[in-house]
């Protein structure tokens, strides 16, 4: 039996999905498929960090738009085929990082709509005793929204997260009620300098963030339906 890890990361052509992808690529017997709306971006991306690529892993780009319903099936044949092709009998891990910022319509194009839509589409070829990572943040924590003084408002961000913390949830439930041994979580990886925020000032490197991603999904098993960040449990 293959001892490959396989893993798809979507939004990963920059940011702290790109991070992930490197680090995860750095470390021995893992397939990462890196999903980029432009599949340029995320080739230019690999490019970056191709002499770190351990020798016995493989970085795959795939193009994916979650937003768009072609893209995801053309995206899901193609994992697919290329799972096959490596004698894999599924994909071990999801790792819905794509994200925006924006007016509501957008944000929750990718945030809630577009993580269902691949989620959906890619649960067929999970392995039993895989998982699904939602990246989230601690802007979607409900508690944290209850204290005095509360945190930055963020309208769409913070609702979108907090909606995605509750579909990891729903589908945590789900794969216990059919003994999968899918574990579903939510992480918030903190504030991570990216283009989403612009860079912005007294943020953490995404190289750092991404690090409490990349041990997740390396893991072979944990909780499920937890959210939690590098320090511990958060509150819902």
């Known amino acids: 039996m293959s001892t490959l890890r396989s893993i798809l990361v979507t939004g990963s052509n ?27 971006a995320a080739e230019e991306a690999r490019a970056k960090f191709a002499t770190d690529i351990n020798s016995s892993s493989t970085v795959v780009p795939v193009q994916l738009d979650i937003t768009d319903d072609t893209s995801i099936q053309n995206a899901h044949a193609f994992i697919a085929n290329h799972l096959k092709e490596q004698g894999l009998r599924g994909l071990d891990v999801l ?20 993580a269902v839509a691949i989620t959906e589409a890619i649960r067929p070829l999970l392995n039993n005793g895989g998982a699904i990572l939602n990246i989230s943040s601690k802007l979607g924590s409900l508690k944290w929204h209850t204290e005095r003084p509360p945190p ?33 979580v939510s992480i918030c990886p903190g504030y991570n300098a990216t283009n989403l925020n612009n860079y912005g000032s007294g943020a953490m490197s995404p190289a750092e963030g991404c690090m409490i991603i ?3 999904a390396l893991e072979k098993e944990g909780r499920s339906g937890v959210y939690f960040n590098k320090h511990g449990d958060l509150a819902w």
């Open 14 to 40: 920059q940011g702290l999905g790109m991070h992930t992808v490197h680090k995860l690529a750095s470390t021995p017997n893992v397939l990462v498929f890196m999903g980029s709306r432009k599949l340029a």
């Open 95 to 114: 790792i819905n990082n794509a994200g925006r910022v924006g007016t509501f319509e957008e944000v929750y194009a990718v945030n809630v709509f577009g």
């Open 152 to 184: 930055r408002i963020f309208l769409a961000y913070s609702s979108s997260k907090s909606a995605l913390n509750s579909l990891t949830l729903q589908w945590a439930i789900q794969e216990e009620q059919k003994s999968s041994g899918i574990r579903v």
């Open 214 to 216: 990349v041990k997740t």
